[in-house]
């Protein structure tokens, strides 16, 4: 079961997914809080780097955005040269750019952003200038994925691309291009705004928090939304009845006195899994670790101490910990590269099952994580999508 909660007060709302009653994913916005990844920019280039293949770019924020190569080069790769032109060849300073925002700016890094434009909408995402047709790897049924893409291949403008993305399982030709079609609309509106700015200028904005969740994570397998304030239940059933008209899910206004995150123990479990050292139900532990280049998350025996022998005692302690880890790395919203260092195992079958289960459980992740295997130290590699 799947429950979305929603707690408003007047300096901050924030947002808890629940799946089968432990939280997975936490999100919040202050009301002058602006996300800035997916919103676009006029820029201007301020410097350019060739022995960095790099730029970097005004777009009004407290830092320059960083432009790599790839990200201006076509982003069919049939249409990318085989051998990278020199950047000074594609960029000059001085030149307006429109770039949308690929990775927030974070500690001393300014945003990372592309020329690669993609807006998301409820059932796609619209990339005018990208050509191809993709379909989310999570829908695995082939009649359903040719169906789809002749669906974005009836629709599709000439140099258009589009995403299908999971949630337009099973739905109609017209609730797709419909969605298409609203997308391509703000689309030109993007593109009118710029022909009267100049540099550096925002655009478009993504959407705020209640809009992107409509958007993104009210699906069908939703079963119940809470709202502790009425105006945001009334502005959320409006948003749900725009984005899932037929939404099988109850939305229901919470007005009891205890705290509308405490009823589900919320606070509690955020206060929980946020701390360095996140204590397992068996008595094992994790320490997690970030770092500006990576992630790395140590797994450690702690009170438990089994009851057979040492190697199934850490296979049980190992298995637990691949089942919390992407629990883990979606409340955490930890993205980029991710070292495991679960304790040493004599047996190639226990280590298989340990990955077997970690790759089981990161599918509920709407963000795409791959897990790339045992290291010759032991170590197991995975990188989840950044953002």
Known sequence: ?????????????????????????????????????????????????????????????????????????????????????????????????????????????????????????????????????????????????????????????????????????????????????????????ILSKREGASAPSQLYQDLDLLPRLARDVISDDVQEVWINDRGVYEEMRTLIRKASPRWPGRLAFYDRKVPLFDQFGITEELSRSLRRKIWLPSGGYLIIDQTEALTVIDVNTGRYTGSVDLEQTVFEINREAAWEIPRLLRLRNIRGIIIVDFIDMSSDHNRTVVMETISQAVRKDRSKTVIVGWTKLGLLEMTRKRK
């Open 1 to 189: 079961m799947k429950q979305l909660i929603i707690h408003c007060a007047p300096e901050l709302t924030q947002s808890a997914l629940l799946e089968e009653g432990r939280l997975v994913e936490a999100d919040a916005q202050y009301p002058l809080d602006t996300k800035r990844a997916g919103s676009i920019y006029l820029g201007r280039v301020v410097n350019v780097l060739p022995g960095m293949q790099a730029a970097f770019v005004d777009i009004g924020l407290a830092k320059n955005a960083f432009l790599y190569i790839d990200d201006l080069l076509p982003v069919h790769m049939d249409k990318q040269p085989k051998i990278k032109p020199p950047i000074t060849d594609l960029v000059e300073p001085g030149q307006s750019l429109m770039l949308q925002i690929s990775k927030e700016p974070e500690g001393t890094k300014g945003a990372r952003v592309t020329t690669h434009v993609s807006i998301p909408g409820r059932w796609t995402v619209y990339m005018p200038d990208a050509d191809y047709i993709a379909i989310s790897r999570k829908i695995d049924l082939e009649a359903e994925r040719q169906r789809l893409k002749q669906i974005a291949e009836g629709m599709l403008q000439p140099g258009e691309g589009v995403i299908l993305r999971t949630g337009a399982i099973g739905q109609s030709e017209e609730a797709i291009r419909e969605d298409l079609q609203n997308l391509r609309d703000l689309w030109n509106a």
